[in-house]
């Protein structure tokens, strides 16, 4: 897939290249011109292509986050349950 995204850089690149060297041409249009018809639509593309990676290393985070509690509930450490510790002492009260 890269080679897809630097073969459009290049043609973006001689666009730009293209555009300002023109006699009615000017560098800010060759600007403009590698904006909007190279980094733009690359940095889209990009961005959507790696979704399912993206999502793939967030269940992976999520099912070791998972064990992870799994693993200290299981091994009876004080406040693995993610509760509020109890009052150390015993409120005193009035007998009826």
């Known amino acids: ?9 290049y043609v973006a690149v001689m666009m730009a290249v293209a555009e300002a ?12 011109t590698f904006l909007l018809y190279g980094v733009g ?8 292509m790696g979704r399912p990676a993206r999502r793939a290393a967030r269940l992976r985070r999520e099912a070791a986050a998972d064990a992870a509690a799994e693993a200290a509930a299981v091994s009876g450490a004080p406040d693995a349950g993610g509760e509020a510790p109890a009052d150390p002492v015993a409120p005193v009260r009035k007998e009826p």
Do not use: D
């Open 21 to 32: 060297g023109h006699p009615n041409g000017t560098v800010l249009g060759a600007v403009f």
């Open 41 to 48: 639509p690359v940095a889209l593309i990009v961005y959507l």
């Open 1 to 9: 897939m890269y080679i897809v995204v630097i073969a459009w850089l």
